[in-house]
């Protein structure tokens, strides 16, 4: 039996999405692994699969695998594909969803230009929803790394994140130091690495190193939290326009308790099936 898939972009974050809605879905770590290998599978940073909702406030579920096999919560450039795939599949006419995640509700919205804006929710700081390891929140914290002090803001999108300043992000040791922090004690379930380059208020430059994934071209949530670091430190003002090395992003946040708005593009690259011999 061979399975259905479309593959994807977000500003250079690349998915496979799979309708396990109108198909019969039932992956490994494994074969998530094989299929996300960009030699000998599809390749991609994440897989999506899009599900019937459990709940009678939601359009749609979906889950979201990284490249490692490992599901994570919360996808923003995989929120803003998603969208675009169920339009595209003929699942949905709308504009605006209501998507059941791992993370809560997420209601992503076609804009007229086409590019996707997602209400990603409200931030989230006290150090056990992230979670991290501390007695208290701040602003920022000081992480000891190989015994080198690493200060960087500690925050949740719907999943971890640290966001590291540096003064450019070309020559920021993103693998290196990215890789120590993801899995560094203080966060027990490892965390996404943002590694920030603030050019005026209303521009940022980003490099994420995912956990799970690596460095990738873009990362949605990795652009809100830096966001949302830069503005709540006072260094930025929304909106946020953030150039990623996959593309342009725009983060919008009115401080507080309210929710982050994340828009950028999408583009379908092209759909195929894997055969039966490959899910073997």
Same mark, same amino acid.
């Not at 995912?210 to 709540?232: D, K, M, N, P, Y």
């Given at each position: 039996?061979?399975?259905?898939?479309?593959?994807?972009?977000?500003?250079?974050?690349?998915?496979?999405?799979?309708? +396990?809605?109108?198909?019969?879905?039932?992956?490994?770590?494994?074969?998530?692994? +094989?299929?996300?290998?960009?030699?000998?599978?599809?390749?991609?940073?994440?897989?999506?699969?899009?599900?019937? +909702?459990?709940?009678?406030?939601?359009?749609?579920?979906?889950?979201?695998?990284?490249?490692?096999?490992?599901?994570?919560?919360?996808?923003?450039?995989?929120?803003?594909?998603?969208?675009?795939?169920? @339009?595209?599949?003929?699942?949905?006419?709308?504009?605006?969803?209501?998507?059941?995640?791992?993370?809560?509700?997420?209601?992503?919205?076609?804009?007229?230009?086409?590019?996707?804006?997602?209400?990603?929710?409200?931030?989230?700081?006290? =150090?056990?929803?992230? =979670?991290?390891? *501390?007695?208290?929140?701040?602003?920022?914290?000081?992480?000891?790394?190989?015994?080198? =002090?690493? /200060?960087?803001?500690?925050?949740?999108? $719907?999943?971890?994140?640290?966001?590291?300043?540096?003064?450019?992000?070309?020559?920021?040791?993103?693998?290196?130091?990215?890789?120590?922090?993801?899995?560094?004690?203080?966060?027990?379930? @490892?965390?996404?690495?943002?590694?920030?380059?603030?050019?005026?208020?209303?521009?940022?430059?980003?490099?994420?190193?995912?956990? $799970?994934?690596?460095?990738?071209?873009?990362? $949605?949530?990795?652009?809100?939290?830096?966001?949302?670091?830069?503005?709540?430190?006072?260094?930025?003002? *929304?909106?946020? /326009?953030?150039?990623?090395?996959?593309?342009?992003?725009?983060? +919008?946040?009115?401080?507080?308790?309210?929710?982050?708005?994340?828009? $950028? =593009?999408?583009?379908?690259?092209?759909?195929? /099936?894997? *055969? *039966?011999?490959?899910?073997?």
């Amino acid at each position: 039996m061979t399975l259905k898939f479309t593959k994807m972009h977000g500003a250079g974050n690349d998915f496979v999405v799979i309708d +396990a809605i109108r198909q019969s879905v039932k992956l490994t770590p494994e074969q998530v692994r +094989a299929i996300a290998d960009r030699h000998f599978g599809v390749g991609c940073d994440q897989l999506l699969l899009v599900e019937r +909702a459990t709940r009678a406030d939601a359009d749609f579920c979906y889950r979201i695998f990284n490249a490692d096999g490992g599901e994570v919560e919360q996808c923003g450039n995989g929120a803003r594909c998603f969208a675009h795939f169920v @339009r595209h599949c003929g699942l949905t006419d709308a504009r605006e969803i209501r998507v059941e995640t791992a993370a809560g509700i997420i209601t992503p919205r076609i804009e007229d230009d086409g590019r996707v804006t997602v209400n990603m929710g409200a931030p989230r700081f006290m =150090p056990e929803n992230v =979670p991290f390891a *501390s007695e208290s929140p701040d602003l920022t914290y000081t992480l000891d790394v190989a015994g080198q =002090p690493v /200060e960087m803001s500690v925050l949740s999108m $719907g999943n971890p994140h640290a966001v590291i300043r540096v003064a450019d992000t070309d020559s920021a040791p993103v693998t290196e130091l990215g890789a120590a922090i993801e899995c560094h004690e203080r966060f027990p379930q @490892r965390v996404n690495v943002g590694f920030a380059q603030p050019l005026d208020p209303h521009h940022l430059r980003l490099r994420v190193f995912e956990r $799970g994934a690596g460095e990738t071209l873009s990362c $949605g949530t990795g652009a809100c939290a830096a966001a949302v670091a830069g503005i709540r430190s006072g260094q930025l003002q *929304s909106p946020v /326009e953030i150039n990623t090395r996959g593309g342009m992003l725009t983060v +919008a946040w009115a401080g507080d308790e309210s929710a982050v708005y994340l828009t $950028g =593009p999408t583009a379908i690259i092209f759909d195929g /099936e894997l *055969s *039966s011999t490959f899910l073997s």
